[in-house]
């Protein structure tokens, strides 16, 4: 398993984890679902779907109903999608 594939597993596993939380509102993890499926979809190639999953994640991420620890998780996943940004685009 190469770097990539490595970061993007993980990403997928955060992802995940706030998709399981029951903390955090219904809405917030159907738009989670929505990102990690755009994030999925190999229909498109790697750079465009992270780039509209770190989009989309952002969105979230500003939605004052998210609670802060749901907020610090999707901050720690788009971090790990810029890294993995900039590993495809070089």
Known sequence: MD?????YNEIIAILDEIIEDTSIPRNIR?????????LADE???L???VASAIFELDEIANDPNIPVHGRTVVYMAMGKL????NMVQS
Do not use: G, N, P, Q
């Open 82 to 85: 810029e890294t993995l940004s």
């Open 3 to 7: 770097e990539k594939e490595k970061l």
């Open 30 to 38: 159907r738009s989670i679902t929505h990102a990690k499926e755009t």
């Open 43 to 45: 229909s498109k190639s």
């Open 47 to 49: 750079d465009v779907r």
